[in-house]
């Protein structure tokens, strides 16, 4: 999804100062333990992006809703099991996809390599390559060496990712307690340039905003009157792009029209109400620094808590930790 990203839908942070030890991820880990590890990951993201455009933002949003609980380690890849909810069956979770596509790659690593390349490092390979198949080259560098976490719970999921109805002020909060700053709420929103989300995130918006049959003033008028005719009252599942005209092209687009005031959730109209924020949201029209900025912040978001070492396990089937 364009990530109904919930905002991202982000929030108890297992930032690198709580367990995350990003300084042993490294360019190029695998090259002695599985040498071939990067390429099949981008030849089989790509090949499945070749026939389904819409995997990128999925695929997008899957490394963000798993480094937002825990912190990088793939726990939202684990089933629930008979004793525990995981965090994939969570409210904000229920809607990821694209766990298919982690499911075929990380098949045919484990017969190339068994037991040597991670899921968590799985996801975030994916992430990027899936993005990147539009240009045709890595977008940002992917240091790699994580580790799969062994807890995955519904209740972490709920409390950690953001609401789409967040307000600033919360929103800097919930990205502060992950170590990431102002610049990086707004430019991660950016990731909002693809896929789509769904009319019951947003109906409350549109029709009863504060509980007397309004609609958000701060979404522009003409464009509240065309979510209208797509999204009915009582429409919970109708799909609605995020960027419209521009939601499978990973661009510099969706800060233009949060100009526009035409930011589907009220997490994207926040980002214009604080000047700072307001003002990197200008900086980022221009695609060249967005693509930038982007490349960077994501890199400090695929920091969060990452188990490496001897921490965690490499899991050898990704929804189920090893026995």
């Known amino acids: 999804m364009k990530v109904t990203f919930l905002f991202l839908a982000c929030v108890v942070l297992l930032g690198l100062s709580s367990g995350g030890q990003a300084d042993e991820l490294k360019k190029h880990f695998y090259k002695k333990l599985c040498p071939q590890a990067e390429d099949m990951v981008q030849d089989l993201v790509w090949a499945s992006v070749k026939n389904n455009s819409t995997l990128p933002a999925k695929l997008l949003r899957l490394f963000f809703h798993d480094c937002f609980v825990r912190g990088c380690d793939a726990s939202v890849l684990l089933d629930s099991t008979a004793n525990i ?180 959730f009220q997490s994207d109209s926040a980002l214009l109400t604080d000047g700072k924020s307001s003002k990197i949201v200008d900086k980022l029209l221009d695609s060249g620094d967005f693509f930038d900025a982007f490349g960077k912040s994501i890199t400090r978001m695929g920091n969060i808590g990452v188990l490496t070492g001897t921490d965690g396990q490499i899991r050898s089937n990704c929804h189920a930790v090893n026995r």
């Open 85 to 264: 909810t995981a965090e994939k069956d969570a409210i904000p979770n229920r809607s990821l996809a694209g766990f298919e596509v982690i499911d075929q790659v990380k098949a045919a690593l484990e017969k190339a390599c068994p037991g040597r390349v991670s899921c968590a490092d799985i996801v975030a390979l994916a992430a990027r390559d899936s993005v990147s198949y539009q240009f045709q080259k890595p977008l940002w560098e992917v240091k790699t060496g994580r580790r799969d976490g062994n807890v995955s719970l519904a209740s972490e999921a709920l409390a950690d990712i953001p609401s789409p109805g967040a307000n600033f002020t919360t929103l800097v909060q919930q990205f502060d307690s992950k170590n990431l700053d102002v610049k990086d709420l707004v430019v991660l929103s950016g990731a909002h340039t693809i896929g789509v989300g769904h009319c019951g995130i947003i109906r409350n918006r549109l029709y009863n905003f504060t509980g007397k049959g309004d609609t958000d003033p701060s979404l522009n008028a003409t464009y509240a009157a065309t979510l209208k005719k797509q999204c009915s009252p009582t429409d919970r599942t109708t799909t609605v792009e995020m960027d419209p005209g521009s939601s499978l092209s990973f661009d510099d687009h969706y800060y233009v029209i949060l100009k526009q005031k035409e930011g589907l």
